[in-house]
């Protein structure tokens, strides 16, 4: 997020007669893992009284590391936040979570009182009843799921995960860095975008794109590793995203050499297409 192009754009609406209502950060990027100037972003919000959520589906629970908390200044700021336990909160599939400031907000959204809704309240007891804060009525016990783990890990225990996903992610941005035939792109948070690049060929050419691609495809199909895309400044990227706690190093070594591996047999055949 530009915060400068961001104000503006809101003085530029309300003086065409628009009334923004809110503004969505990130709290990392779904390609490169990047987080947005939160605290900035909540200060123009505060400014103009826009509503301000956060986008952490994947990103926010590694605002619980300490050297990166930094980071995420401004994340309390937030009137609302959405994240996916099944993502970096190592939950099984599927669990997605909007956490508000105010649930009052939900609850003044959502709450419906047909005739035949008729739940019994106990004197001096509050019911909480979960169909007055979503969409949903009926609905599966997912919390369940999301609890057990968060009883199981525990903040310590996330610490450390947290950390060592992003520590893999860190190597294989270093191993991508140091071999002639891969160009290191981005790395933040436990996301790494690179490229696979043949020896001797320049830069900056639609056949890398379109030779990246076709790698991609033939390692999503290979059954040895599966990675995904990223377009970073209009470079097709492969993508490795690290949220699994049972990732090794060893993996990360292995990724590097089946996607060189992997990568000279895709050029090799897509030179000769061109041929």
Request: aromatic share 10%; charged share 25%; proline share 3%.
């Amino acid at each position: 997020m530009n915060n400068k192009v961001l104000e503006e754009t809101i003085k530029k609406d309300i003086e065409n007669g628009l009334q923004p209502i809110m503004v969505i950060g990130t709290a990392g990027d779904v390609s490169t893992g990047v987080v947005d100037n939160l605290k900035g972003i909540s200060t123009i919000c505060k400014a103009f009284d826009l509503w301000f959520h956060i986008d952490g589906a994947y990103g926010v629970p590694a605002a619980v590391i300490p050297n990166i908390k930094n980071l995420f200044d401004g994340l309390s700021e937030a009137d609302s936040i959405a994240l996916d336990p099944h993502k970096w909160l190592y939950c099984p599939l599927e669990a997605g979570c909007t956490l508000v400031k105010n649930p009052q907000y939900l609850i003044d959204t959502f709450s419906s009182h047909p005739e035949y809704y008729n739940f019994t309240k106990t004197e001096g007891e509050t019911v909480q009843n979960y169909y007055e804060f979503g969409m949903q009525n009926s609905r599966g016990f997912r919390a369940l799921k999301v609890w057990l783990t968060l009883q199981q890990v525990g903040r310590n225990g996330y610490q450390k995960l947290i950390s060592e996903d992003i520590e893999l992610s860190e190597i294989l941005f270093d191993l991508a860095k140091k071999h002639p035939e891969l160009k290191a792109v981005s790395q933040n948070l436990s996301i790494t975008t690179f490229r696979y690049i043949p020896l001797n060929h320049k830069e900056g050419s639609d056949y890398l794109n379109k030779l990246n691609e076709e790698l991609l495809n033939e390692l999503q199909t290979s059954g040895e590793l599966f990675i995904s895309n990223a377009m970073v400044n209009e470079m097709y990227c492969l993508r490795a995203c690290i949220v699994n706690f049972r990732t090794s190093k060893k993996d990360i070594k292995e990724i590097a050499e089946i996607i060189i591996r992997e990568g000279r047999k895709a050029h090799s055949k897509l030179s000769k297409q061109k041929i």
